[in-house]
C-alpha cells in the first residue's frame, strides 16, 4: 500500500460541498450513525483512556446509530446489544479555513489535529496517533470497499492511491465490545442526549457522559466500572487542552471571517499545537 496525502487530506476533512464524489456511504447499512460528521476516526478504548488521561478529553466525539431494530430513545431507535445501545468515539471536526486538492480555501469540518496551512496532522507519529489513522486505507483494501483517497481522486484527478495491495493483518475487524465499540448501560441516561447527537449540538455533558462509559468499559462485556466511570467524566469536564480551545475558537469564527488557513499560526500554534513539518 503506498498513498500520496500531499495537498489531500481527504480522510481528514469533509469535503462534501466540494464534490459528489465524496458521499453519503456512511450512512448506508445496517447501522447508521445518527451525526453527520464525515469519516469519523474510531478509536480504541487505549486510545480514547489516553487522550482522556492527558486532558485531551475535550476533542472526543462520541457516535450513536441508527437501525431498524433496537432502543428507541427520544424518537430514535438506537443500534443495541442486548438491550444496551451501542456507540463509537471519534475525534471532533470543527469548521477549519482549508484549502485541500488546490481548491480555494473554505470552512470545512476537519479533524481537530489537522494543521490548515500544511494540510499534516499534528500527532503524526506520536503515541497519540490512531491506529485508523496510521493503518488508512489498510482495511478498506483487504476488504475492497472503495477508498477516500480513490474517491478523491475521482472527483479531482491525480494519483492518490499509488500501491493497492492492503499490509500484512488488514481487513480483520471483529469490532469487540469494548475495545472500539462500547454500551451505554442505562438507555434512560440517554433521554435528550440522543436528541442533541442527532441534531449536532451535543453539550459537554453529553459528550463527557458517553465518553467516560467507553473509558470504564470492560473488555468484551457490557459492564462499566463506577470508580473509572466518574473519574474519567470529571476529567472530560475539566479537560482545557490547547486543541480543545483552539476548536472553540474556530466554531466562533466559521463562516464570519475570511476562510484563510494561515489564521491557524494565531488559533492554533500560539495556543500550542505542535508544529508539522511541511512537504519538502
Ligand atoms: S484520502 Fe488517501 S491520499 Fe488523501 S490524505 Fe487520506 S490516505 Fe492520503
Ligand atoms: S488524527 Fe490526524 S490523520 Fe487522523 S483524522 Fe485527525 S488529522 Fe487526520
Redesign the pocket.
Known sequence: MEVNCEGC?G??IDWRSLSTAAGDYEQQGRYRPLDDTYTL?PLSSDELRRFVADGFGDVLAPRLFAADEGVAVDGHTLAAIEGTPVFQVG?RKPPKPVAPFDADPAWLDT?V??DPTTLQ?R??GTDR??EA?ATYPGDNLALDHETECERVEAAFGGDRLREQTPPDGAGIDPMPLGATVFGHPDAGRLAGVVERVAAARPTDTDRAELVAVAAAHRPGSLEVDRDRYESARAAVLDADSWAGRALDEWERRANRTEPAPSAARAVEDDRGAPPTPGWD
Do not use: D, G, Q, S
Request: charged residues 0%.
Open positions: 487530506a480522510c481528514c476516526v475525534l479533524c489535529f489537522l496532522c500527532i503524526h496517533y490512531p489513522c
